[in-house]
């Protein structure tokens, strides 16, 4: 199903790159108001110099959206990646020390065919896809981002899933000496999260091993990761280690952190606020700086067609 929709997209959303330049610039000299209206980080990031190898793939259009890509140099300097740092500039600054090499990936639980897969192994599963995805943050600002992956459904049929599997847990890596942040006690580490198995069987679910034709780098989840694009970003679990299923509802990390601002299905909708703010609007990185206009907030991030049905009969109030 086609969701690439160019009459979404208004003139008045493209911004000319020389005009969002200057405004960025003068957004630089801007901290101060970057940390009043909730940017905190965004002034002093570094730009992530990208030196990673190539890793090509075929451009899925089917399940690309046409809205305008997000920069390297955005994607790569604002992060959320709590194990290196709070900061959104910190996983660029201190992700260099993370090991990605030799990495592994356990498949395990309710499965026919239990594996632990090298990452080179999983590199050659199947074909590698280029898809542009948009990806959206629930403190408020989103962005869209061109991975190279394939889906996850593409793994787990490898295992074979047990009749009795309800869910699938993605369980990431602790380095301890590597991760300055996993020392602060922020959450309860390893990060997990989880989807219900028919949402990681849904073709948008994907392994992500690389982003804008090369190999992923380290601070956006190096050396494979999850992007599930109409879930908010904290779904999308970096630096995979282990993939269970289940057959009971998994605890990740930030419901067990939080449960009162967090749940477990976190898919995008506009009309369920977090208890601080609200998740009506969204601010786009790179667009215009301080300046981005606030666009509206899609129900399912934009992803409706395709994830709606999933859905059917539930209070997504309720479960939110």
Known sequence: MLIRKPDDILPSEITDEAVWRSRRELMLRAGVTAAAVGLSGWASRSAFAQDAGALPGKSNAA???????????????????YEFGLDKGDPAARAG??????????????????????????????????RVYRLRCVEGWSMVIPWVGYSVSELLKQVEPAGNAKYVE????VQRENMPGVRAGV????YVEALRIDEAMNPLAMLVFGLYGKVLPNQNGAPLR???????????????????????????????????????????????????????????????????????????????????????GMDLKANY
Do not use: C
């Open 170 to 173: 993605f369980v990431t890596a």
């Open 63 to 81: 399940l690309s959206v046409m809205d305008k890509q997000t920069s390297l140099a955005d994607i790569t300097s604002y992060n959320n990646y």
């Open 97 to 130: 020390k993370l090991q990605t090499r030799p990495w592994s990936v356990s498949v395990e639980g309710e499965v026919g065919k239990p594996r632990t897969f090298t990452i080179e192994e999983l590199l050659k599963l199947a074909p590698m896809e280029d």
């Open 226 to 312: 999850l992007a599930v694009p109409w879930k908010y970003g904290f779904k999308s679990a970096k630096s995979l280690v282990k993939i269970r299923l289940v057959e009971k509802m998994p605890t990740s990390s930030w419901v067990k952190a939080a449960p009162q601002e967090y749940g477990f299905y976190a898919n995008v909708n506009p009309n369920v606020p977090h208890p601080r703010w609200s998740q009506a609007t969204e601010r786009r990185i790179g667009e215009d700086g301080l300046f981005t206009p606030k666009r509206k907030t899609l129900m399912f991030n934009g992803y409706g067609e395709q994830v709606a049905s999933l859905y059917q």
């Open 187 to 190: 959450l309860d580490w390893p």
